[in-house]
């Protein structure tokens, strides 16, 4: 089990409900795979509820950076944490995205917070892509400007219209894969999606890559006890190339699994 204990860098709030965490944290910043997330133990929590699981945003310097929102009871208390205190981190966990080769073209796909493991990944591709990036309202959009800096093509859609096209990221996606495949240089296997957000973007992003027949590797975000594999609180129904299904876990055998090996199930 690795786990460091880590000094608080800077904790800052970035907009509406979403703050930035960096921590002096050597050994997990040199390990750290894009899509990987750390098990971060929450000051002030009861001992049967004290860790809870964040995506690598940042592994530069030594620090990793966390990109958070507070949602309820943990994240608030973790917001309370104050700069210069020490936080008890687990990780590098899980699988990670798969990095590809310099002859594709990376479509990375955010809804909220997701954008966290993708802005790590973005800094690690061998080719620029696009970044598509969605939220409710103009807050949810983060670090657009970061990605531009790489030198990345960002398209925002926001569901209220303040940022970028009104609607959903799958809206904007589907804009631009329809003028793209007109081109006479397009290839399916020439693209893949990276992605995170909430199950619903999530399965749609999985049917878009299957029925255009690109891979599309799709980052889940569920509720975690251990973190390690060992509890079974995360668990997915899953499918082999037989069509075999099983159930994997999220932390141990993914968060990224590929759309094609996914079984949503009808509630998701
Ligand atoms: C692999 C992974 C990476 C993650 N990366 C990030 C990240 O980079 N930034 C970030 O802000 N959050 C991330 N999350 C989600 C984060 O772990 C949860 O928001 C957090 O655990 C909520 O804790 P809480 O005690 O504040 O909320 P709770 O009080 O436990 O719950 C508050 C509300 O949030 C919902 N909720 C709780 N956990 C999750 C979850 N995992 N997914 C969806 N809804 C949830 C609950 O159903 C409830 O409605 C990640 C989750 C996973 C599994
Ligand atoms: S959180 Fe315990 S098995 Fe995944």
Known sequence: MKTEKTKIVEHSHLVGDYRLLVLDAPEISAQAVPGQFVHVRIPQLEESALRRPFSLYKAENSTISILYKVVGRGTAALATAAEGSELDVMGPFGNGFPIPGSEVTP???????????????ATRCLKKGVLFVGGATAEDILCIDEFEKLGWDVRVATMDGTLGSQGLVTDVLDEWLTENSARNDYSPAGHEIFACGPDGMLKALGDRAIAGEFKGWLSLDKHMGCGVGACLACVQKLQNVGGDEYWGRVCKDGPVFESREIVWESSE
């Open 107 to 121: 479509l990375l796909v955010a809804g909220g917070y997701g954008v966290a493991p993708l802005y790590l990944m």
